[in-house]
């Protein structure tokens, strides 16, 4: 599997933006960009996925390199409640599983 | 709520023995995972049902097993327990296998503490 690099840890102000990187040099031209995030004590949950273009849902925008070499995550205003781990994740077109990395851990100050 | 039920949602034994772990998916979900979450090693895959059938196949240790029924529902089967097994162990479950674009809902887990 392709694997991507987040940074380990991130810190914003509430109802700022938050511009969350991955990069993930080694994709191939059938990896789709997933993200999704894990909350204290809960299990992960979709936030958005991409294939070219950048994508918008409810939760977030993903914006994809014209290279699609990275990508970023964005969350237009931070809340507390964003605070989690937010992983990066490749998925290969036969591939079945999420392979989770490391994720990024954002923290949200008042 | 994602829709996905785990049971127990804690669990304390001792090392060498065995326990299971109970999912239940989504409603119409065919796909079931199973996932490790260590402080150590993060979140790891250990195995995959679509159906009924195994998809694939992840850090499973041989000591672990795992089935999906009729009706879908899945158990996870741990022996031989050692502390090192102590974890969080999550269900997820999709509505197809193979898809790019199918996203997974995490079920909240059970912790498991071998002592």
């Known amino acids: 599997d392709a694997k991507t690099t987040q940074p380990n840890s991130m810190e914003s102000n509430e109802e700022e933006p938050v511009h969350l990187p991955c990069n993930h040099s080694?994709?191939?031209?059938?990896?789709?960009i997933h993200w999704y995030r894990q909350l204290p004590s809960q299990g992960p949950e979709y936030v958005i996925h991409?294939?070219?273009s950048n994508v918008n849902n409810r939760m977030a925008s993903l914006a994809i390199a014209e290279d699609r070499k990275s990508s970023t995550l964005i969350l237009h205003r931070a809340t507390l409640r964003d605070a989690a781990v937010y992983y990066c994740?490749?998925?290969?077109?036969?591939?079945?599983?999420?392979?989770f990395g490391k994720g990024t851990s954002l923290l949200v100050t008042p | 709520d994602s829709g996905v039920t785990q049971t127990p949602k804690h669990l304390i034994t001792a090392t060498g023995q065995r326990v299971t772990l109970r999912c239940s998916p989504r409603?119409?979900?065919?796909?079931v995972y199973w996932y490790q979450q260590s402080l150590d090693q993060g979140l790891q895959f250990l195995i995959q049902?679509?159906?009924?059938?195994?998809?694939a196949k992840g850090n499973i240790l041989e000591r672990f097993s795992a089935q999906q029924f009729p009706d879908l529902h899945s158990e996870l089967n741990l022996s031989s327990l050692e502390l090192g097994d102590s974890a969080l162990y999550f269900c997820?479950?999709?509505?197809?296998?193979?898809?790019?674009?199918?996203?997974?809902?995490f079920g909240e887990g059970s912790r498991l503490t071998v002592l």
């Open positions: 997820a479950s999709s509505l197809r296998a193979g898809s790019n674009t199918g996203e997974l809902f």
């Open positions: 080694t994709i191939s031209g059938t990896d789709y």
């Open positions: 991409g294939l070219t």
């Open positions: 994740i490749l998925r290969l077109d036969s591939g079945y599983a999420l392979n």
């Open positions: 409603s119409g979900d065919l796909s």
């Open positions: 049902y679509y159906n009924g059938e195994e998809r």
